[in-house]
């Protein structure tokens, strides 16, 4: 019995398939947009007048009664500690807001 030879080994009748390069597309930048409403921007206006009321609050209350003191620091004193100024208005806020800064700047 005899074997005939079907194919070759080696280099001779072998090629390796051939790839096609991957074409690379034109990709335009995006970029994310975010915006801020303005009911957002208000509220938080209003939360950092509140923050600044308490710290001030904190720092009014922490300070010692002196007998020089008016007898209207005295009722305000009273007042923080009752909470009557914990939930305030725009409004309110805007006008200490006001106040604050024109003592803080001497106007």
Same mark, same amino acid.
């Given at each position: 019995? %005899?074997?005939?030879?079907?194919?070759?080994?080696?280099?001779? #009748?072998?090629?390796? @398939?051939? !790839? %096609?390069?991957? +074409?690379? !597309? /034109?990709?335009?930048? &995006?970029?994310?947009?975010? &915006?801020?409403?303005?009911?957002?921007?208000? @509220?938080?206006?209003?939360? =950092?007048?509140?923050?600044?009321?308490?710290?001030?609050? =904190? +720092?009014? *209350?922490?300070?010692?009664?002196?007998?020089? =003191?008016?007898? @209207?620091? $005295?009722?305000?004193?009273? $007042? *923080?500690?009752? #909470?009557?100024?914990?939930?305030?208005?725009?409004?309110?806020?805007? !006008?200490?807001?006001?106040?604050? &800064? /024109?003592?803080? *700047?001497?106007?």
């Amino acid at each position: 019995m %005899t074997i005939d030879k079907i194919g070759g080994i080696g280099g001779s #009748g072998y090629e390796p @398939k051939r !790839t %096609t390069p991957v +074409k690379k !597309t /034109e990709s335009k930048e &995006s970029f994310d947009n975010v &915006s801020i409403s303005d009911t957002a921007k208000q @509220k938080a206006s209003e939360a =950092r007048l509140q923050s600044e009321v308490q710290s001030i609050t =904190r +720092k009014i *209350l922490s300070t010692p009664d002196e007998s020089d =003191r008016s007898v @209207k620091l $005295k009722e305000i004193k009273e $007042k *923080l500690k009752n #909470g009557d100024y914990d939930n305030l208005n725009s409004d309110v806020l805007n !006008t200490i807001a006001d106040r604050i &800064s /024109e003592t803080m *700047l001497g106007q």
